[in-house]
């Protein structure tokens, strides 16, 4: 299982980490990506990381914005969202990809599914 958390409201130009934690697994050689869906919207890709080496890539209307970090002590992905803007609420949600390379970006490639954690950014 995984459990997404750490969303929430904030304001214009503020940051967010959510996190995104593994029950009963391990990400060991998966990739863990980061995906998120506004009200009337397709699900999209934010970005993902390769466990193994940390390596990540990212959607283009979040780079330079958002990192994804991991503790692998904790068994558990990090999305640092800096600089956010009202355009990044919805909700988000994490997903593993037992395929870790290369890095997907479809939804449908990504083998299991948090919940999601909302986050809202007001104006």
């Known amino acids: 299982q995984l459990q997404a958390s750490g969303g929430g409201l904030v304001q214009t130009g503020g940051s967010l980490r959510p996190s995104c934690a593994a029950s009963g697994r391990t990400f060991n050689s998966y990739a863990v990506g980061w995906f998120r869906q506004a009200p009337g919207k397709e699900r999209e890709f934010v970005g993902a990381i390769r466990w193994s080496t940390g390596s990540a890539i990212f959607a283009d209307p979040v780079k330079g914005r958002l990192t994804i970090s991991r503790d692998t002590t904790k068994n558990t992905a990090y999305l640092q969202m800096n600089s956010l803007k009202p355009e990044d609420t919805a909700i988000y949600y994490c997903?593993?990809?037992?395929?870790?390379?290369?890095?997907?970006?479809?939804?449908?490639?990504?083998?299991?599914w948090g919940q999601g954690t909302q986050v809202t950014v007001s104006s």
């Open positions: 997903a593993v990809d037992k395929t870790a390379w290369p890095i997907n970006t479809g939804p449908h490639h990504y083998d299991y």
